[in-house]
């Protein structure tokens, strides 16, 4: 996307919500403190220097947070939450209500659908509809009057298949419906749906945003001052979902890297995928920034990287599939991604377990399938790794 500052993207990661003259004067910090107190002293009855009362309603080190990842993802407001599931399942009782109609990309993260499933569609009665969204045609064909919310999620999880979110984003307008997107995938670093035309994004923080892997968050951010209050009101008086200053201060450290870790996950990705896509045990690569996944070119349209996420299909049975899981050395078997160290899925039997056999077959999940969340180490090394692992077939 042509018009994104990088420069002022890489300065505000490490600077802003953390700025010097809104730190402590009295102490002379230079990272924002842990804010641990649940309530703030007033001077006298409603009267204080500050705006805190009680945590739930406000935390300083949320609030540095929150104000740097408003910057970061381009938006007016951000509101950090205590999961990426809280944040999406606030998003969306903000923005639809029993009786209404909800369009959702059918290749949603498996959560994301059981949140839809069970929440909005048995508990609401709000009515789901999922289209593969992929193709605009199919999200233009399923909008209704009644529709009131599209969710989309770009690149998906584990298949790395993209939506065209300007196509989106215009039909959202022409029908008066609001334009949800989960960004988790690609960060703010590399794609930014609220200036593509978004209502709301949502990220799960503990992905690449906090990107150590030992913080669980999530995050909404909207332009729409009505959106972002109705969000505001649900998380602090009705839910309590919010993130806790710890994981508030862990995330505001962690992001400060966003766009070095994103760089080296990318540049491992690439490398690892073109390696891939030549070698003879495997049969299919998915990652955006090969010339042979079939959405390249919108890939290139509309983010400003591929991302860190390379899935593919072994030519294996699934014992052997697994067992080449088991051969590798630096690539740890875990589920979850964008931490710094690599990791290596089998969707079959793990991030994609709790679905139901024959849906995961039809949403392209084989036994067979791979997905490594490539980290920051060193290419040759994990390559390396890789090699001597598809050995054994
Ligand atoms: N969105 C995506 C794309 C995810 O991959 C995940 C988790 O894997 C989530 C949302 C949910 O985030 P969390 O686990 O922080 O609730």
């Given at each position: 996307m042509a018009d994104f500052d990088t420069t002022a993207f890489i300065t505000e990661a490490v600077h802003s919500g953390e700025?010097?003259?809104e730190l402590s004067s009295e102490s002379g910090d230079v990272v924002s403190p842990i804010h641990l107190a649940t309530h703030h002293a007033m001077r006298s009855p409603g009267v204080a220097e500050h705006d805190y009362k009680y945590?739930?309603?406000?935390?300083?080190t949320r609030d540095a947070l929150?104000?740097?990842?408003?910057?970061?993802?381009?938006?007016?407001?951000?509101?950090?939450?205590?999961?990426?599931?809280?944040?999406i399942a606030t998003a969306c009782l903000a923005l639809c209500d029993s009786g209404d109609h909800v369009v959702a990309f059918d290749g949603v993260y498996g959560g994301t659908r059981v949140l839809f499933d069970d929440l909005l569609r048995e508990q609401m009665g709000v009515d789901i509809e999922y289209v593969d969204a992929t193709n605009t045609d199919a999200i233009e064909a399923a909008i209704r009057p009644e529709t009131s919310l599209l969710w989309l999620e770009t690149p998906t999880n584990p298949l790395l298949k993209l939506c065209d979110l300007h196509g989106a984003a215009e039909i959202a307008r022409e029908n008066g419906v609001k334009l949800g997107v989960d960004n988790t995938f690609a960060t703010?670093?590399?794609?930014?749906?609220l200036e593509i035309g978004a209502d709301v994004v949502v990220h799960s923080t503990t992905k690449y945003l906090n990107g150590h892997s030992d913080s669980t968050g999530g995050v909404v951010a909207t332009d729409d001052s009505d959106i972002?209050?109705?969000?505001?009101?649900?998380?602090?008086?009705t839910l309590g979902n919010l993130l806790p200053p710890f994981d508030a201060y862990l995330v505001l450290r962690g992001v400060k890297t966003l766009p070095l870790r994103m760089t080296q996950h990318e540049t491992n990705a690439q490398a690892i995928a073109d390696y891939l896509v030549d070698h003879s045990a495997v049969s299919e690569v998915n990652y955006p920034g090969l010339e042979s996944h079939p959405q390249h070119a919108l890939a290139r349209r509309q983010m400003d990287g591929f991302g860190g996420i390379v899935s593919f299909e072994l030519d294996a049975t699934e014992a052997e599939t697994r067992a080449v899981i088991e051969e590798l050395d630096l690539f740890t078997t875990a589920v979850s991604l964008g931490g710094v160290e690599s990791l290596v899925d089998h969707p079959w039997t793990m991030s994609a377990s709790f679905m139901p056999a024959a849906d995961r077959r039809e949403a392209g999940i084989s036994e067979s399938l791979v997905r490594m969340p490539v980290g920051i180490e060193s290419s040759t090394d994990l390559i390396r790794d890789i090699e001597q692992a598809l050995n054994y077939l």
């Open positions: 700025e010097v003259a945590s739930r309603f406000g935390n300083p929150e104000t740097r990842l408003a910057r970061l993802i381009g938006a007016n407001e951000a509101i950090a939450f205590s999961s990426g599931t809280a944040a703010p670093y590399f794609q930014r749906p972002a209050e109705r969000v505001s009101e649900l998380q602090q008086y």
